[in-house]
């Protein structure tokens, strides 16, 4: 049962990190979303984002972080998508800013990381 009360607490302090928006799903330009990201966080860990099969406002991207690795299907919308408790928005110059969702597993309580990516 703690366990399951744990997982909403964390969903709902994680609400934050979403803000909705009202705008429709738009084709992008695949060439400004293909390819590595890669930088830092405020933490010192570093990260990579691969993003790939960028067709409309779908994409396949592949996230790695200290020995973390996701894949997931993401939908673009407002130069930003999702994956996992990592939200990737597009920036100008070829960067990108990067926030993520970290839980502490011994206190329960989740702090977010920043970090800006550059293309490679």
Same mark, same amino acid.
């Given at each position: 049962m703690g366990d399951i009360l744990? $997982? *909403? $607490?964390?969903? +709902? &302090? /994680? $609400? =934050?990190l979403l803000n909705p928006s009202r705008t429709p799903y738009?084709? @992008?330009d695949p060439e400004a979303y293909k =390819?590595?990201? &890669? =930088?830092? +966080? &405020?933490n010192t860990k570093k990260f990579a *984002?691969? @993003?790939?099969? @960028?067709?409309?406002?779908? $994409? /396949?991207v592949k996230y790695q972080s200290e020995g973390t690795i996701k894949y997931q299907s993401v939908l673009i919308k407002d130069n930003s998508f999702r994956i996992g408790d990592t939200k990737f928005t597009? =920036?100008?110059?070829?960067?990108a800013s990067i926030r993520t969702a970290v839980t502490d597993p011994v206190t329960n309580q989740v702090s977010l990381v920043q970090g800006t990516a550059k293309r490679s």
């Open positions: 744990s $997982a *909403i $607490a964390t969903g +709902y &302090s /994680q $609400a =934050g738009k084709n @992008v =390819g590595t990201w &890669s =930088g830092t +966080y &405020s *984002i691969t @993003v790939s099969n @960028v067709e409309g406002f779908r $994409a /396949q597009l =920036g100008s110059n070829g960067s």
